[in-house]
């Protein structure tokens, strides 16, 4: 096995601390052997999150995406290596045999982010969720040794609709549920907010399960720390002045800080 340059996991730590400073602080709380690798597989993460904001076209998008695949299940090559996010990525996958099929749906489930057709049921979503952050908490768990997945997996999609819910209400909302309401994303009205409540509720329903699993967990408990701050915007999202069409505005850091500190000395939720 050829090791990843040093540098290239310090790409993908500065990577994360400039773009989800709340995720890159949830990290810290790990061991700090098993921090560079953390980091890599976020940094991915955030690389395919992005692609939808760095292309003028879907088809385009959809290369880059491939390209991600690509690295991830044919011979590594040069070029590959040469990316300091693959690089570091493809040494981790190798040094804790992390699930290549489930970093590839990762990648796969961003395709979905370059078009703006409505998700149509609230399967679709959780499917998305769970490829998209849970996965990568899974990853992060496996790292850390841990061998029960219930936990991630829960957390993960709490977090991921959670993440829907903050932003203005859009292609990611079902179709299902917003017919079920006779809402429409494009008014702030009782039908529309009480699509997104359902969704708040599945949030806040997978989140109560992740923590009743974490208090079982052995090792990992850092890994579920990136879904401490989802009862602090759930919050804010019953609050009266909570408007769809806006998304959720951001509570200050340092009650985000708070809240994570306070979850790394608990069961990491």
Not at 219 to 232: Q, S
Request: contains cysteine.
């Amino acid at each position: 096995m050829i090791e990843a340059a040093p540098a290239h996991y310090a790409h993908c730590e500065a990577l994360l601390r400039e773009r989800d400073r709340d995720l890159w602080l949830a990290c810290l709380f790990a061991p700090p052997s098993a921090r560079p690798h953390i980091h890599a597989v976020y940094a991915y993460a955030l690389e395919c999150a992005d692609v939808r904001a760095k292309v003028s076209q879907p088809l385009l998008g959809e290369m880059r995406l491939r390209w991600w695949t690509d690295a991830l299940t044919n011979d590594i090559s040069e070029g590959t290596r040469a990316h300091p996010v693959a690089d570091a990525l493809l040494d981790t996958v190798a040094r804790f045999a992390l699930p290549v099929g489930e970093l590839t749906e990762l990648a796969d489930a961003h395709v979905a982010d370059l078009y703006d057709d409505q998700m149509p049921d609230t399967e679709t979503l959780e499917r998305y969720c769970r490829a998209t952050v849970a996965g990568p908490m899974r990853w992060a768990g496996l790292i850390l040794g841990a061998s029960e997945m219930a936990a991630f997996d829960d957390a993960g999609l709490a977090l991921g609709v959670t993440r829907v819910l903050r932003r203005p209400a859009g292609a990611h909302i079902p179709a299902d549920l917003l017919a079920k309401h006779g809402a429409d994303i494009h008014v702030n009205a009782a039908p529309l907010r009480a699509a997104l409540g359902e969704l708040r509720n599945m949030a806040e329903s997978r989140y109560a399960s992740a923590r009743r699993s974490a208090g079982a967990l052995v090792k990992g408990r850092e890994a579920l720390l990136p879904a401490a701050t989802v009862p602090v915007y759930l919050e804010r999202m019953a609050r009266k002045d909570y408007d769809p069409l806006r998304g959720l505005t951001e509570p200050s850091p340092l009650r985000r800080q708070w809240r994570l500190w306070r979850a790394a000395r608990g069961a990491g939720l």
